[in-house]
């Protein structure tokens, strides 16, 4: 009856000293907030203006042309940085081990095995004194604490390991390469990790969005978008060129003018300007979210 007792009074505190064990992959993240105003609801003109720092002009000709030189390249560079989401701080095995041990009723519990053993070796002395040895059995309470305790760092190990590697994986939602419109050029096979804001990117059927991106013209008069990876929903997204207009807390799969980094086009070809590069990407967002979200609950005691 004693060990039922401590089995059950262990999986109960280990329920309330780490509830994230079983949710963290779910109802523990936060919810991410999908809504945007600008630039979808923006003026082009001043979509373009917000994009160059002050000591830039917009190229008169940018629709058209692209960047007009590598200065311009370089100094939006300098600003915004490369076209890449920063992967999670890593961690060691026996660092995520460690974690599992901060609780401190995990403490609590770890010391009452140890507590439980020692009274055990008592037992198991003072019977073989008597010469009626109780043998190992007496060591059963102890060892079922640990082996929880063991089994609860284990599976919370596994989910934190998960957790990372999912947001690692970010970066591989967009593609490697794209077609930029630079120097009055198209540049195919260009890097996608050095997109900047303001660089033009021409797109069709088939091609990964690689940062988000305010469309300024639509080949053959219909662009379709598969959203799913960014918003979850599975119908694709009819595009469009035109401002929109009266709209506020638009969320994002109504942002029919703007194109999002990691998502795909299914049907169509257009122009697109991009607006946003790495972490300032709506799928950047979510990803600075989680990891914040991560790192609070980490410090949490």
Do not use: W
């Amino acid at each position: 009856m004693r060990v039922f007792a401590s089995i059950t009074a262990t999986i109960i505190c280990i329920g309330f000293a780490n509830p994230t064990s079983a949710s963290s992959g779910s109802s523990k993240l936060p919810s991410v907030p999908t809504k945007r105003v600008h630039p979808s609801t923006t003026p082009l003109s001043s979509v373009l203006r917000s994009i160059f720092p002050p000591d830039l002009s917009v190229p008169a000709s940018l629709p058209e042309t692209g960047l007009p030189s590598e200065d311009y390249v370089s100094s939006l560079r300098s600003v915004f940085g490369t076209n890449t989401i920063p992967p999670p701080k890593s961690k060691s095995l026996l660092e995520r081990i460690g974690d599992e041990f901060k609780d401190t009723l995990v403490r609590i519990l770890l010391c009452v095995a140890v507590v439980s053993a020692g009274f055990s070796y008592l037992e198991l002395k003072e019977s073989t004194h008597d010469g009626a040895s109780a043998g190992l059995k007496v060591f059963v309470e102890p060892a079922v604490i640990m082996f929880i305790l063991v089994m609860n760092a284990a599976v919370g190990v596994k989910m934190g390991m998960g957790a990372e590697a999912s947001l690692n994986s970010l970066n591989s939602l967009n593609p490697a390469l794209t077609t930029l419109l630079r120097f009055s050029s198209p540049q195919p096979s260009s890097a996608a990790k050095d997109i900047v804001p303001g660089d033009v990117v021409l797109l069709k059927t088939g091609d990964k969005i690689p940062a988000d991106c305010r469309i300024l013209k639509i080949n053959g008069g219909r662009l379709g978008c598969d959203e799913s990876a960014l918003t979850g929903e599975t119908d694709t997204v009819e595009k469009t060129s035109d401002e929109i207009e009266d709209a506020t807390d638009l969320p994002l799969q109504f942002q029919s003018n703007m194109l999002f980094s990691g998502t795909l086009v299914t049907a169509g070809s257009c122009t697109a300007v991009v607006t946003s590069t790495g972490i300032d990407t709506e799928i950047g967002k979510i990803s600075a979210s989680v990891a914040a979200a991560k790192e609070d609950e980490e410090a949490t005691p």
